[in-house]
């Protein structure tokens, strides 16, 4: 028996005051972990967590959700713009509710992104058998919907007893607090524990901080990995994601002002140097910039930092082409350092960086080798400046118009999202980021939907004073315009650049270089021969973002969305700008300098497939082993 101090409380409302107890501290800067919970109710939660949400409201804020893949978005958003060092939870009934998380559980967990998730779950002392929204398995009567959420969860318990809930607890904060572990949290919770109460040790609700490691690399791998730098020609940096969640832009700097090495950027590392810096070659891989893949074929060791090589980066395993091509791995997680047989250098990126700097003193690329790559990054500039020009005022923009008359009104702090369609390769070659946050392109899971939400969570975590741009297409909008409403109820200032173009403009292209002849990518009325190639519906986007609340601009022509856009980043309130895009000038845009493996029919009757299986061939010829 013990005499310690106990508290009598539901399941429930433990659970939400042991979470408004949580921080972070790294650096010696301490943040609270847990911010806000987000939740729509069903008879699964309403009488668990939504009760204890009321009980505590002082003590943890709760956000309305229209959507529950919506409202997972909006937090994992929220914590990437605050370095993983702050979360939200997300609270959910049971059946659809739950199941409709697994989308964005899978998002925070391929990206590395902390969500606590919430889920009700059926009874645990089964009264009845089944109740409302229940699965019967019959193989397994303790198997449930939630059990939907196990492959894409870094951590999964299903709290059955009420004392369960203080080992799930701690380890949940252990996993979304680790660099290398942290993603989705699912703590899977039945209706009825919710709602049993407990006598609890008032130790558990004692304020604990989770401190988030920097680990530093061991002397030896940062020898070798400063006698391969040495003893190469052509080295290249690649930065990805994981420079931002470290923080380390800065020990990027110093260590390229130091050696000259440039530098190319993965979606997610994209801004770890400003797009002015003369390293800075731009983006990488299949939707890089011609500069930073002509560099990427010659060099002789690759220096990833933060970075997954996920197959747009390298191209398919077709980009990095140097014979004698090695590589270096600076990440937190092993996994990943030792990824295309490199030599690991498993740290924090910035203790990476400073210590490689250190071990590098007195280095300096070949002044030619410079040379070359500043040649090419000049090469570069009017390309972009290409694709931006509107000299017609009065004409329709095109997409890559809309990046650069939106290009035109930002300033240094303005956040642009994106996740999926044709748009984020143009801003992967195009935009010209401006400081380390302002590009925000999910494309570890390439979403659609992830644009609105995502961008209510990037403006919950940097305030009011930060402009924030979803940047949506037709096709991402009509999935999950819902949240729309949640920034229209909340006052949360969000700009939203609508973009239409009558159907899945990137799939319609990817269709036709695979032989598929853009089957089923546009959004028009049948021909008589089945075709979706009649004229475009009469579908006003536009008019149904206003409908949900939003202040609406239309813009037809180049001049009007200019005035459009410097009008809606000084607006106060929530504000959609509408475009429909003219198809853009082929000379204009800039091509892909790098392939992507996509299998073509290797069998087929229509020429279009045969010629497509024919490049497809030839390409994949290219593709090695790094070993």
Known sequence: ???????????????????????????????????????????????????????????????????????????????????????????????????????????????????????????????????????????????????????????????????????????????LTDPVETGAVTLALPQDVQAEAFDWPQEFFAERVWQVRRPAPEPRAVAEAAAAVRAARRPLIVAGGGIHHSEAEEALRVLVDATGIPVASTQAGKGSLRHDHPADLGGIGHTGTEAADAVARKADLVIGVGTRYSDFTTSSNTLFAAPDVRFVGLNVDARDAHKLAGLGLVADAREGLSALTGALAGYRVDEAYRTQYAAAKARWEPVIEAAYAAPDGAARPTQTQVLGALDAVVGELDVVINAAGSMPGDLHKLWRARSPRQYHVEYGFSCMGYEIPGA????????????????????????????????????????????????????????????????????????????????????????????????????????????????????????????????????????????????????????????????????????????
Request: proline fraction near 6%; charged fraction near 20%; glycine fraction near 8%.
């Open 1 to 175: 028996m013990t005499d310690k101090p106990v508290i009598r409380l539901t399941v429930a409302q433990a659970l939400v005051r042991f979470l408004a107890a949580q921080h972070t501290e790294r650096d010696g800067r301490r943040q609270r972990l847990i911010n806000a919970t987000w939740g729509i109710f069903g008879h699964g939660n309403v009488a668990g967590l939504g009760q204890a949400l009321v009980e505590y409201a002082e003590e943890m804020p709760y956000l309305q959700g229209r959507n529950e893949q919506a409202m997972v978005h909006a937090a994992v958003a929220y914590a990437r713009h605050s370095n993983r060092l702050r979360a939200q939870a997300v609270t959910t009934s049971i059946g659809p509710g739950a199941t409709n998380l697994v989308t964005g559980a899978a998002l925070a967990t391929i990206n590395r992104l902390p969500v606590l998730l919430l889920p009700g779950d059926v009874f645990a002392t089964r009264p009845a058998d089944p109740v409302l929204q229940q699965l019967e398995h019959p193989l397994a009567g303790d198997v449930s919907v939630n059990d939907t959420l196990r492959p894409v969860s870094r951590y999964f318990d299903r709290i059955t007893r009420p004392e369960a809930l203080i080992p799930a607890a701690l380890q949940a904060m252990r996993v």
């Open 456 to 627: 209510i969570g990037v403006r919950l975590a940097a305030g009011p004073d930060t402009p924030v741009w979803a940047l949506v297409g037709d096709g991402t909008y009509l999935m999950l315009p819902t949240e729309i409403v949640t920034a229209v109820q909340e006052g949360i200032a969000i700009k939203m650049v609508l973009v239409q173009n009558h159907g899945y403009a990137s799939i319609g292209g990817l269709s036709e270089q695979t032989g598929a002849e853009r089957f089923g990518t546009a959004y028009r009325y049948r021909t008589p021969d089945g075709a979706y190639a009649g004229d475009p519906l009469p579908v006003d986007l536009a008019a149904n973002a206003a409908s949900l609340g939003m202040e609406v601009l239309r813009a037809s022509t180049v001049a009007a969305l200019h005035d459009a856009l410097a009008k809606a980043r000084a607006a106060a309130e929530p504000v959609c700008v509408y475009v429909e895009t003219a198809e853009p000038d082929a000379s204009a845009v800039p091509p892909t300098a790098a392939w992507w493996d996509v299998p073509v029919a290797a069998a087929a009757t229509r020429q279009a497939a045969a010629g497509a299986r024919e490049t497809y061939v030839r390409e994949k010829a290219r593709q090695r082993r790094h070993l």
